[in-house]
Every structure is written in structure tokens, then in C-alpha cells.
């Protein structure tokens, strides 16, 4: 029986290896503001990189921007869903359990964002996290409806309340150019705090679309892991691909409508669902390419790191600082886009080897066993080589 296969008491690896590819998005990302490009202004990034590596900053901008952390949402609301499927009453669950899960993860995402990478997005999933229990009480469709009004409100939240379009959130921040550049890795602590507590004064446009965004994408993973479509992933292949590439197309098309359009008014803020509905179409192709009939070298190599997703992302934002920071090699600034992306895919690649090399003597990934083990108050037994869940 292939280790692949989606049923109940097995794990679906090639869902591992789609949440693997859409963390190293995440870590390009992040990966770009670490190294300090994403600090600059419009001009003076034009004026600091070449050719090639602002076509490559264009190119993130349009393709990944905001898409991977939307995927990410789905995939959480899809793994959340599976996790309840697994530990429910009968196995010793409870409500409180299932709090103390959200709660321990918003206090590693405060740990993140205070000592690692300011721009945390744990913190986030933790509080809008809490509403999936009360979501999963509710019927499949009612589930869907909500997550897709939620998504749809998110542009018409926007357009009603007068506040400015979303903007880049550290966009130019030179102080934290400056500050992260600083050899004192209290600088950085305090930066950090700085960015967390500050960033929002300029970008309350992007809090609302992200948090009607977020919460319906977590309610849409969520009904998909409850209903029997993730057993069915390869005999779907072709409608996903199919529908993938229409949600890639309307998605493109609805970004370039945005970009020509300076100051979006009314139902042009609809366009603002580009990043949701390209998020949900790659998510399609990648799952659509991935669960084909033979295992594929990809799929493979990547699932480790999908099995220990927050690790992967805590310990990109570490070594992140290692490479970028004052305190460490002192690169911030000094690479472009190209480079960038180079330097997150080789930390990639650093943490799959470190995945598949943890994997032959532990079940849980070390972040992922410290998040259960305070769940359940005791810790976990963490050796062996079984497919945790």
C-alpha cells in the first residue's frame, strides 16, 4: 500500500510535499525582507538592482506575493481538519485540548516575531485558528458558504470603510535597514518590537482584506479535509488542472486590472480577490501535479519537509538572520532578487536534508514536538519512525 494514500489512520505525504512547495514560497518571501530588499522605496530599489533582478522582483510580485500565505491559510484549515478527524472525544480530545493547541502556537508566534522574523503570521492562524472548532460543529455547505462569503467580504469590508488601499507593509523603512544592519543583536529585539507594534499604524487596508482573506481560506481547507475529496485527488486530477488554470488566468488578469488602476473605487475592489483565487488555483495544480499515479522524485524528497512545516518555517527565519543580519554575515543590502532567491532555495534545501535526516530516528519535527508536548501539558514521545499526524 503506498505511505501516499489519504485514508483514515495514514498520512498523505504527497499533501506533505504541496505544503513543502508552498512553504518555500513562504521562505522566498520572508527571504526578501530579511535581506533588506523589501525595506526599500520604489526608487531607491530601481535604482540598487539591475535589470534582471527587478523583472525578478516584478515577477514575485505579481505570481507569489501574498499567494503563498494565502495557500498556507487553506493548507492549515486542511490540516486542522484532519487533526480533528483523528483526535476526537473517543481518543481523549477536548475542547480545552484543542484551545491550548492555538494558544501555545500564538505564544511561539509572539517568540517569533520578538526574537526572530517580525512579520509572523503564527500569531495570526492562532487567534482566527480558534474559530475552526466552533466552524467544524457546522454543516459541509454552510462551512463553504461562510468561507467564501468571508473571502468576497474582504474587498467589499474595504471599499466600505474609506480606508486607503493595502501597501506594502516595510516599505520604506530605512530604520530598519539601519537597525537590522546593527551588530547588536538587542538592535534587532527592539526593531523587531518596533515593526510588530508600529507596522499597522500605515496598513489597516491590508489587515482587513488579510483577515476576511485568512478566515474564509481557513474555513475552505477546513470543509475539503472534512469531505472525501482529499481520497479522491487523483481521480480528480484532470478537473483540477483544468480549474487551476482558470483560477491562474482570472487571477493574472484581475492583477493587471489592479495594477492599471490607481485608485480602485467601488466594485473595482473586487479585483483585490486576485491573491485568493490565484492562491486556491496553484494550490490545484501543485496538488493536481503531485498525486499523479507513480510516487515522483518531488514528492519524495519534499513531503519531510512538509511533515515539519513549522520547524521549516522558524528555522528559515533563524538562519535568515544568520546570513542577512548585522549580527551574522552582515549580507542585508548587500545582495539583489536574484541572489535572494538563491540564498532561500539553498536554506530549502539545507532544511529537507535536515528533514529526512530528523525523520530516520523522530516522529514529530523539534518545534512541531514542542508544540504538542505543551498542548497536552507532558511531553510527547518523540523516537521512532512512524507518520505522525
Same mark, same amino acid.
Given at each position: 500500500?503506498?505511505?501516499?494514500?489519504?485514508?483514515?489512520?495514514?498520512?498523505?505525504?504527497?499533501?506533505?510535499?504541496?505544503?513543502?512547495?508552498?512553504?518555500?514560497?513562504?521562505?522566498?518571501?520572508?527571504?526578501?525582507?530579511?535581506?533588506?530588499?523589501?525595506?526599500?522605496s520604489p526608487?531607491?530599489?530601481?535604482?540598487?538592482?539591475?535589470?534582471?533582478?527587478?523583472?525578478?522582483?516584478?515577477?514575485?510580485?505579481?505570481?507569489?506575493?501574498?499567494?503563498?500565505?494565502?495557500?498556507?491559510?487553506?493548507?492549515?484549515?486542511?490540516?486542522?481538519?484532519?487533526?480533528?478527524?483523528?483526535?476526537?472525544?473517543?481518543?481523549?480530545?477536548?475542547?480545552?485540548?484543542?484551545?491550548?493547541?492555538?494558544?501555545?502556537?500564538?505564544?511561539?508566534?509572539?517568540?517569533?516575531?520578538?526574537?526572530?522574523?517580525?512579520?509572523?503570521?503564527?500569531?495570526?492562524?492562532?487567534?482566527?485558528?480558534?474559530?475552526?472548532?466552533?466552524?467544524a460543529r457546522?454543516?459541509?455547505?454552510?462551512?463553504?458558504?461562510?468561507?467564501?462569503?468571508?473571502?468576497?467580504?474582504?474587498?467589499?469590508?474595504?471599499?466600505?470603510?474609506?480606508?486607503?488601499?493595502?501597501?506594502?507593509?516595510?516599505?520604506?523603512?530605512?530604520?530598519?535597514?539601519?537597525?537590522?544592519?546593527?551588530?547588536?543583536?538587542?538592535?534587532?529585539?527592539?526593531?523587531?518590537?518596533?515593526?510588530?507594534?508600529?507596522?499597522?499604524?500605515?496598513?489597516?487596508?491590508?489587515?482587513?482584506?488579510?483577515?476576511?482573506?485568512?478566515?474564509?481560506?481557513?474555513?475552505?481547507?477546513?470543509?475539503?479535509?472534512?469531505?472525501?475529496?482529499?481520497?479522491?485527488?487523483?481521480?480528480?486530477?484532470?478537473?483540477?488542472?483544468? @480549474? #487551476? /488554470?482558470?483560477? =491562474? $488566468?482570472?487571477? +493574472?488578469?484581475? %492583477?493587471?486590472?489592479?495594477? &492599471?488602476?490607481?485608485?480602485?473605487?467601488?466594485?473595482?475592489?473586487?479585483?483585490?480577490?486576485?491573491?485568493?483565487?490565484?492562491?486556491?488555483?496553484?494550490?490545484?495544480?501543485?496538488?493536481?501535479?503531485?498525486?499523479?499515479?507513480?510516487?515522483?522524485?518531488?514528492?519524495?524528497?519534499?513531503?519531510?519537509?512538509?511533515?515539519?512545516?513549522?520547524?521549516?518555517? @522558524? #528555522? /528559515?527565519?533563524? =538562519? $535568515?538572520?544568520? +546570513?542577512?543580519? %548585522?549580527?551574522?554575515?552582515? &549580507?542585508?543590502?548587500?545582495?539583489?532578487?536574484?541572489?535572494?532567491?538563491?540564498?532561500?532555495?539553498?536554506?530549502?534545501?539545507?532544511?529537507?536534508?535536515?528533514?529526512?535526516?530528523?525523520?530516520?530516528?523522530?516522529?514529530?519535527?523539534?518545534?512541531?514536538?514542542?508544540?504538542?508536548?505543551?498542548?497536552?501539558?507532558?511531553?510527547?514521545?518523540?523516537?521512532?519512525r512512524g507518520?505522525?499526524?
Amino acid at each position: 500500500m503506498s505511505a501516499s494514500r489519504s485514508h483514515k489512520g495514514e498520512r498523505d505525504t504527497r499533501i506533505d510535499a504541496v505544503r513543502a512547495i508552498i512553504l518555500t514560497v513562504v521562505i522566498i518571501m520572508n527571504m526578501m525582507t530579511l535581506s533588506g530588499l523589501a525595506y526599500l522605496s520604489p526608487d531607491a530599489r530601481a535604482q540598487a538592482l539591475g535589470t534582471l533582478d527587478l523583472l525578478a522582483w516584478d515577477f514575485l510580485a505579481i505570481f507569489l506575493d501574498g499567494k503563498a500565505l494565502a495557500a498556507f491559510s487553506f493548507m492549515f484549515g486542511l490540516s486542522f481538519s484532519m487533526i480533528l478527524s483523528r483526535a476526537g472525544p473517543e481518543n481523549g480530545a477536548s475542547a480545552a485540548q484543542i484551545i491550548r493547541r492555538f494558544l501555545v502556537l500564538g505564544a511561539i508566534g509572539l517568540f517569533n516575531a520578538i526574537f526572530l522574523f517580525w512579520a509572523d503570521i503564527l500569531m495570526t492562524y492562532a487567534a482566527l485558528g480558534l474559530l475552526l472548532p466552533l466552524a467544524a460543529r457546522l454543516p459541509q455547505r454552510v462551512i463553504v458558504g461562510l468561507g467564501t462569503a468571508l473571502i468576497l467580504a474582504g474587498p467589499v469590508a474595504l471599499a466600505l470603510s474609506g480606508i486607503d488601499p493595502p501597501a506594502p507593509v516595510p516599505e520604506g523603512r530605512d530604520d530598519s535597514l539601519q537597525a537590522f544592519a546593527s551588530s547588536s543583536y538587542a538592535d534587532t529585539i527592539t526593531q523587531n518590537l518596533n515593526m510588530v507594534t508600529g507596522a499597522a499604524d500605515t496598513v489597516n487596508g491590508t489587515l482587513i482584506l488579510r483577515f476576511f482573506m485568512l478566515s474564509g481560506l481557513f474555513l475552505l481547507g477546513l470543509a475539503v479535509g472534512r469531505s472525501n475529496l482529499p481520497a479522491r485527488f487523483k481521480a480528480l486530477r484532470v478537473p483540477m488542472f483544468k @480549474l #487551476g /488554470a482558470l483560477c =491562474l $488566468g482570472f487571477g +493574472l488578469g484581475a %492583477g493587471a486590472a489592479l495594477r &492599471l488602476t490607481q485608485t480602485p473605487e467601488g466594485v473595482w475592489f473586487l479585483l483585490y480577490l486576485e491573491t485568493p483565487i490565484m492562491a486556491l488555483g496553484f494550490l490545484m495544480l501543485l496538488t493536481a501535479a503531485l498525486h499523479g499515479k507513480k510516487e515522483g522524485w518531488l514528492h519524495v524528497m519534499l513531503a519531510p519537509l512538509g511533515r515539519m512545516s513549522l520547524t521549516g518555517y @522558524l #528555522g /528559515a527565519s533563524i =538562519l $535568515g538572520q544568520v +546570513l542577512f543580519y %548585522g549580527w551574522g554575515f552582515q &549580507l542585508i543590502g548587500q545582495a539583489g532578487t536574484v541572489a535572494v532567491m538563491a540564498i532561500a532555495l539553498a536554506v530549502t534545501a539545507l532544511l529537507v536534508s535536515f528533514a529526512h535526516l530528523w525523520f530516520r530516528h523522530f516522529v514529530y519535527g523539534p518545534w512541531e514536538w514542542l508544540w504538542r508536548s505543551l498542548t497536552h501539558l507532558s511531553p510527547q514521545p518523540i523516537v521512532g519512525r512512524g507518520q505522525a499526524f
